[in-house]
T-cell receptor, first 113, second 110 residues
């Protein structure tokens, strides 16, 4: 069975640009969460979606947005990129509406130059 | 954002030694989780704890949910080279997102 798949695996962007990261959950999982992991730190919660509705939002600026599609895949969008946005962006999926039972993907490594 | 206090930050141990790491929170948690992250991968769940005082094992790994509900520890017995990686604690209370520690980087010397 395929796990949580994220694309792209790596990308480099310039300050001020926009980026879209994609996530496909495990088959049958209706919940997707996004986390940001800066080098040397633990993951920080950004968003959670369940059945296409936003269920939670972390302490991130409005430059960060996300959505979930009818097939439960998800996109994370970041506008006006800053150097500090450089991080590993992790997607996790679950069958549950709450914040338990998540399986993480391998992440997208974003470098902003 | 909030992060848990996890210690030690890093450890260098000999193969076969036991390892202990812990995590504390300023808030009471209902759930404590322990993850391992290998380079280039996402965190993988090792042990989940749902009750104060709970002691749970997964092979050579043992974790406990502190009675105060503000701490947890993870022990690894008889370490082997594949135990190398970064170990994260995480917790939450009620229906809130997981909060992670900064991780403990474990290096095993053969």
């Amino acid at each position: 069975d395929a796990g949580v798949t994220q694309s792209p695996t790596h990308l480099i962007k310039t300050r001020g640009q926009h980026v879209t990261l994609r996530c496909s959950p495990i088959s049958g999982h209706k919940s997707v969460s996004w986390y940001q992991q800066v080098l040397g730190q633990g993951p920080q919660f950004i968003f959670q979606y369940y059945e296409k509705e936003e269920r939670g939002r972390g302490n991130f600026p409005d430059r960060f947005s996300a959505r979930q599609f009818p097939n439960y895949s998800s996109e994370l969008n970041v506008n006006a990129l800053l150097l500090g946005d450089s991080a590993l962006y992790l997607c996790a999926s679950s069958t549950r509406r709450d914040f338990y039972g998540y399986t993480f993907g391998s992440g997208t490594r974003l470098t902003v130059v | 954002g909030q992060q848990l206090n996890q210690s030690p930050q890093s450890m260098f141990i000999q193969e076969g030694e036991d390892v202990s790491m812990n995590c504390t929170s300023s808030s009471i948690f209902n759930t404590w989780l322990w993850y391992k992250q290998d380079p280039g991968e996402g965190p993988v769940l090792l042990i989940a704890l749902y009750k104060a005082g709970e002691l749970t094992s997964n092979g050579r790994l043992t974790a406990q949910f502190g009675i105060t509900r503000k701490d947890s520890f993870l022990n690894i017995s008889a370490s082997i080279p594949s135990d190398v990686g970064i170990y994260f604690c995480a917790g939450n209370s009620g229906n809130t997102p997981l909060v992670f520690g900064k991780g403990t980087r474990l290096s095993v010397i053969a």
